[in-house]
Structure formats: C-alpha cells, structure tokens
C-alpha cells in the first residue's frame, strides 16, 4: 500500500480507520515524519486483544473451555470465573477489572518495545523494537512512541477512565 503523501488523503485514511482526530495523526506524520499511520495501526489492534467493556460473552467460552479441559493452560481462569459468578460476584465488575488490566498490559508492552529496562548492568546495550517494514518485509524504520497514544485509543473514548455513576 503507498501511504497518502498529502494532508487531505492521509486524514481521510485515518477518519476510515476509525481515529478520533485524523487531521492530527496525519499533519503529525507529514510534518514530523512520525510513522502515525503505523503506531495507530499497531495500537488499533492491540486494542482488539482487551476485552470490550460491554460485551461478558468472553466469561462464558472460558468457563465453558475449563470444564470440558480443566487442565489446558488458561483453564485457571474459567475455573475462577465460574467460582467468582457463584459467589456473586457481577459479571460487570469482574469485567472491569479484567479490562483495566488488560489495557495496563497493553501499555507495560508498548513501554517494553522501547525501553527493556534490564537490571543486569551488562545487558544494559541490549534492545529491540517495533518497526515499519517495507512490501518485502523489510524493516524501514522504527515504530516509537506507542505508549503516549494506548490511552487515547481507548475505544470506549475514555482514556480507561470509569463510566459516569
């Protein structure tokens, strides 16, 4: 694909993609040459791993997989589940918390892509990254940054922040 070179095509792009304010992501990249099309890809589907926040259905398949294979790795969580619904617990709630965990994962990684953070001293020139890679799959440049945005591409358009009371 050949990413749009001007103002007008690249923020339509974005606005099909579904971003909050495409003017923004696109001026960014044609301005600063920031690979904004890349990072909000990337996070876009990262946010697609987190559990949306209306939907419960995830706790039924993993209750369900648990007790047809108690002993699968992630068969603990169905098993809790279904303990926690037992006791009372709202599925909502539970929801919630699985979320906002999940959307902390989500922002630890994008920190880890940048900044491994090592404690031994001696691995301390030792890295990796994200990056752009070309239509054969070579890489083209780094993807940095993704941890400034994970928040504001909250699908719900809260920042993770909670739901008016």
């Not at 108690?70 to 098993?79: F, M, S």
């Not at 619904?85 to 940048?114: C, F, K, S």
Request: proline residues 7%.
């Amino acid at each position: 694909m050949d990413i749009p070179a001007n103002l007008s095509d690249l923020s339509a792009l974005f606005r099909r993609l579904g971003a909050a304010d495409p003017e923004s992501w696109a001026r960014s990249q044609l301005e600063e040459g920031i690979p904004q099309l890349h990072r909000y890809l990337w996070l876009r589907q990262a946010w697609r791993l987190v559990v949306d926040e209306g939907d419960t259905s995830w706790m039924d398949a993993h209750m369900k997989h648990a007790e047809v294979r108690p002993a699968d790795p992630y068969a603990g969580v169905g098993l809790a589940l279904k303990q926690c619904l037992a006791q009372g617990l709202d599925r909502q709630l539970l929801n919630d918390i699985v979320r906002g965990v999940q959307a902390e994962m989500l922002a630890g990684l994008a920190y880890l892509l940048e900044d491994p953070d090592f404690k031994e001293p001696e691995l301390s020139d030792l890295g990796w990254g994200l990056f752009a890679t070309d239509a054969a799959g070579q890489p083209v440049g780094p993807i940095w940054g993704l941890h400034e945005s994970v928040l504001e591409l909250d699908p719900t358009g809260r920042s993770m922040r909670p739901r008016e009371v």
